[in-house]
């Protein structure tokens, strides 16, 4: 039996639930193909860099789970990266994906602000939201935007499948502060769900769920619209303490879901955290700069200090190292 993409067999149901795996699955009979998400340490990781508030860690954690959703259509090469930009109390968020499965993420925030919104619609205020796809294989980039309206991630990604990629699309998010033995740590999950395009479609900016290339719907345009329909309703009963849940297995949840239709799961991606910034590289960075620039990079220690954006590690150096 073959994975979505052709040449991978599925693989046996299992009840152990597992943290920072990404699973794609199919339900054949309404022509539908998705991927769950259910991160643990991975999203803690991200989320601890910085002493972030409550709702802008919420606000992170939603866009790592869709950034793993949307980015794991890259299969072994190849970055996507997710980045708003807007004018709400958080005017920045920047998560990049490194295929197969490295992860790395931060928000800017205005602290006076944050409290005063109520919602992650109100936290990034209206701008606009991009997804960008680099393959390495043939150097190619794609990008897709689409506007913020002070709505939420999961609305602005359905709008955005709807009005540029015009494939029926479901994605629910969820986001969570687990407290146990050990202490407080975060946990997020994503569910994305799309129907197969019909055939003779326009070219994507991205890839269309995880249906085989160039395989379309083989249902009639009525069916189509009945079995979008049916998956729709179906995946609309998914509860946030399901995505989140560390006791409920990926296949367990994608039964209670699909069980009338048929569902089939496919081999597992494990998901990490992973920062490209390195000494090398920004030692390189700082020696990149002319002389009378790096003067201004100087502080009041008499060092230049370079901290990543997101990871969070600082690096000091002595000016004379790179004369």
Same mark, same amino acid.
């Given at each position: 039996?073959? !994975?979505?993409?052709?040449?991978? *067999? ?6 152990t639930? %597992? /943290? /920072? ?9 309404? !022509? ?8 643990? *340490? ?40 997710? %980045? ?19 992860l ?7 602290? &006076?602000?944050?409290? %005063?919104?109520?919602? $992650? ?14 393959? &390495? ?14 709505? #939420? ?9 709807? @009005?540029?990629?015009?494939?029926? $699309? ?11 033995? @050990?202490?407080? #740590?975060?946990?997020a ?15 994507r ?11 379309? #719907?083989?249902?009639?345009d ?16 998914i %509860? /946030? ?41 920004v &030692? ?40």
């Amino acid at each position: 039996m073959s !994975d979505p993409n052709g040449d991978t *067999p599925s693989r046996p149901f299992t009840i152990t639930a %597992q /943290d /920072d795996r990404l699973l794609p699955f199919a339900v054949e009979g309404l !022509d539908l193909r998705g991927r769950l998400v259910r991160f643990g *340490p991975t999203v803690d990781a991200i989320l601890s860099h910085y002493d972030y508030p409550l709702a802008v860690a919420r606000a992170l954690g939603e866009s790592i789970a869709l950034t793993a959703l949307l980015g794991s259509v890259l299969e072994s090469h190849g970055r996507f990266q997710m %980045q708003t930009r807007s004018d709400g109390p958080v005017d920045m968020i920047v998560v990049d994906y490194d295929a197969p499965g490295q992860l790395r993420g931060f928000a800017r925030f205005d602290a &006076e602000r944050v409290g %005063q919104a109520r919602s $992650t619609g109100e936290l990034l205020g209206l701008g606009n939201m991009a997804f960008t796809i680099e393959r &390495e294989e043939d150097a190619a980039r794609y990008q897709g935007v689409v506007a913020l309206e002070g709505e #939420s991630l999961e609305e602005a990604a359905h709008r955005y499948f709807s @009005q540029s990629e015009q494939i029926p $699309t479901f994605v629910r998010l969820a986001v969570a502060e687990a407290i146990t033995p @050990q202490g407080r #740590s975060w946990r997020a999950g994503g569910l994305l769900l799309q129907h197969l395009p019909s055939g003779g479609s326009r070219p994507r900016d991205l890839h269309p769920g995880d249906a085989p290339e160039g395989m379309a #719907s083989s249902l009639a345009d009525e069916e189509r619209a009945d079995a979008w329909a049916e998956g729709l309703a179906l995946a609309a009963t998914i %509860q /946030d303490h399901e995505l989140v849940d560390p006791n409920l297995s990926g296949e367990r949840l994608l039964y209670r879901l699909f069980h009338e239709r048929g569902v089939k799961v496919f081999p597992e991606r494990e998901m990490a955290e992973f920062c490209r910034c390195s000494d090398l590289k920004v &030692e390189n960075l700082i020696r990149s700069f002319p002389p009378h620039e790096r003067e201004h990079m100087v502080g009041d220690d008499g060092r230049i200090g370079v901290t990543c954006e997101f990871c969070g590690v600082s690096r000091s150096y002595d000016p004379k190292e790179f004369e």
